[in-house]
């Protein structure tokens, strides 16, 4: 009996010793010490030129670059800057910040001067602040190869602003890791004056992962995006105090305005995530699905726009170089909840009219680029000088491909694009375009450590007519000093 008790007292202390070394209840990733990282301080230059023979530069030569790619047909920037990144991952504490200048001659444009880059963000045990110009980009597939997401795809300059919040995933406390969270709260400014002078931006998310260790994993992510605030020409003072903030936070009707009254005050766009997820040892596949709303908030899979969209598939590997990820995606925006908004009387909240409003006639656009997909037009297109989305109706097939053959990194995008305007009862097709791009970058260390870079893109249809372009980029980066 003393020997069988002293087996069973054996087996409970090894497999507590073994729950204490590889079960913790809260696994943040974070240790009280932490071998001693060099901080630096480092410096970049660069340079790129555009030429191509239409109109505007090809489609993907433009998109989905933070608004630094001109969209005139020749056009050459030249970009500097310091940074500093956060390198201490496993430290309670860590901080990072940057500064991009950038200077761009256009044709037949004037040039330019901006900041892509400004700001500093610091990590706080597992909470983040960010304030600044930096891109704001809120997806979780392969953002080099994904078409963009439908809030933010950083498809426009980045926003000025301030974030505070869980910028990763963290456990949940007491579910050892198999339950994840993160969350924030924006709060930016939109200085473009368009059409609004002096307008805001508010962004809210929240996101969950179950699965942690576990080879598959599923997470949701909600966005809730609002513009408020500013002046317009025609309503005047459109609400810049705390009641409007918080109408905005809400999603809540108020304001002067009829419009305000009987919706919710300030342009408001929304849109949810779902991703199913398997891992294994150096490979990963993601399948999600993306909707985007303007009406009332219905969980993902209900509500009246259903059919709208963004699907895709993921697939990303280590374990050989030469194809490490594979994407492929198809996007609609045709239903925006039926042809009618009301009728005869009644109220059918239908004919959406994604990134378009009529109080913020700029619609969902910063220095007339859209900020969520590229694939919605984005005004610097329109041929009638207007500022707002003339066309938020299509239908979209992507794939994209990138690898690395002996040290030449390239990536592959071919997307075909209809396009149907407006009108949600129309079914006649405005356009087409077939957009490809081939970009090949290499580092060469004997060149003086200069980072080398070629695109080659084309448009094929009648969107914008047959066109070719090409990008060279040259870039050097190069150490200040280390601590």
């Not at 054996?10 to 696994?27: F, T």
Request: with cysteine; glycine share 12%; net charge neutral.
């Amino acid at each position: 009996m003393k020997n069988k008790l002293l087996l069973i007292g054996l087996l409970l202390s090894a497999c507590v010793g073994a729950r204490e070394l590889s079960w913790k209840w809260w696994p943040t990733g974070l240790q009280d010490s932490v071998p001693a990282g060099q901080d630096t301080l480092r410096w970049t230059m660069g340079i790129h030129a555009v030429a191509s023979s239409g109109k505007y530069a090809p489609f993907w030569l433009i998109s989905n670059t933070n608004g630094d790619v001109s969209s005139s047909p020749y056009s050459g920037n030249l970009t500097a800057g310091i940074y500093k990144e956060a390198v201490h991952d496993a430290r309670w504490w860590d901080y990072d910040f940057g500064v991009q200048l950038t200077g761009r001659a256009e044709y037949p444009k004037t040039g330019t001067g901006y900041f892509n880059q400004l700001y500093a963000h610091v990590r706080l045990f597992i909470f983040d602040i960010t304030a600044g110009i930096k891109p704001m980009i809120y997806e979780t597939q392969d953002s080099l190869l994904s078409m963009g997401s439908l809030i933010f795809s950083g498809n426009s300059h980045p926003l000025p602003h301030i974030t505070v919040g869980i910028d990763r995933y963290v456990a949940f406390p007491g579910l050892f890791g198999y339950l994840e969270i993160k969350g924030g709260l924006t709060h930016a400014w939109l200085p473009d004056n368009v059409y609004v002078r002096d307008a805001f931006v508010h962004h809210k998310f929240a996101a969950l992962r179950v699965g942690g260790r576990l080879p598959v994993n599923i997470s949701y992510e909600f966005h809730h995006a609002a513009q408020w605030g500013g002046y317009s020409p025609v309503y005047g003072d459109l609400g810049n105090d705390w009641t409007a903030y918080t109408n905005a936070f809400l999603a809540r009707a108020g304001g002067s305005m009829y419009n305000d009254k009987a919706n919710a005050q300030g342009n408001h766009v929304g849109s949810q995530q779902l991703m199913l997820t398997g891992k294994g040892k150096g490979w990963e596949v993601s399948a999600y699905w993306q909707n985007v709303f303007e009406d009332n908030f219905a969980f993902i899979g209900n509500g009246q726009n259903i059919a709208d969209g963004l699907w895709g598939i993921c697939m990303k590997q280590t374990r050989w170089p030469f194809i490490q990820g594979v994407t492929y995606e198809f996007l609609n925006t045709t239903d925006q909840s039926g042809p009618w908004h009301d009728r005869d009387g009644l109220c059918y909240a239908g004919n959406d009219g994604y990134y378009q409003n009529h109080v913020y006639q700029n619609g969902w656009n910063y220095f007339y680029r859209s900020m969520g997909t590229p694939f919605i037009t984005s005004p610097l297109y329109n041929e009638d000088g207007t500022v707002h989305t003339l066309n938020s109706r299509v239908r979209v097939h992507h794939i994209g491909v990138r690898g690395d053959i002996y040290g030449f990194r390239y990536r592959i995008k071919a997307s075909y694009a209809r396009s149907y305007g407006n009108d949600v009862t129309s079914r006649e097709v405005l356009s087409d375009n077939t957009a490809l791009l081939l970009e090949v970058n290499k580092h060469v260390e004997q060149a003086w450590g200069l980072d080398f870079g070629f695109r080659l893109a084309a448009d094929f249809g009648s969107q914008w007519g047959n066109q070719i372009g090409g990008m060279i980029t040259i870039r050097k980066n190069g150490l200040i000093c280390n601590w």
